[in-house]
Nanobody, 124 residues
């Protein structure tokens, strides 16, 4: 199984970026997928997640109202639309997928597969 993240880069405060994560080797349409991030010197933190059906979404308080998670199950891909970026959003963003449902979407232990990470850098 591979999760290939893309779409990171350099942005200025207030800009938008869209991250994509394509999964291969297994279908995740019935299971949660999400995004975490890790800033330098900090622990990995939850950003957003979506259930397999897409019926439920979860966001960290710090990104609520600015970030939107979505998924295209036909493409086995999850997206993260990031608007109104702030310097504190600077981090390596990791996509993740689970082979189980019904667990805490905010808990990294829920997830079995992780992408390689994509760097997002926001300047003020």
């Amino acid at each position: 199984v591979q999760l290939q993240a893309s779409g990171g880069g350099l942005a200025q405060a207030g800009d938008s970026l869209r991250l994509s994560c394509a999964a291969s080797g297994r279908t995740f349409s019935a299971y949660p997928m999400g995004w975490f991030r890790q800033a330098p010197g900090k622990e990995r933190e939850f950003v957003a997640a979506m259930t397999g059906s897409g019926g439920s979404t979860y966001y960290a308080d710090s990104v609520t109202g600015r970030f939107t998670i979505s998924r295209d199950n036909a493409k086995n891909t999850v997206y993260l639309q990031m608007n109104s970026l702030k310097p504190e959003d600077t981090a390596v963003y990791y996509c993740t997928a689970s082979r189980r449902s019904g667990l805490d979407a905010r808990d990294p232990g829920t997830y079995n597969y992780w992408g390689q990470g994509t760097q997002v850098t926001v300047s003020s």
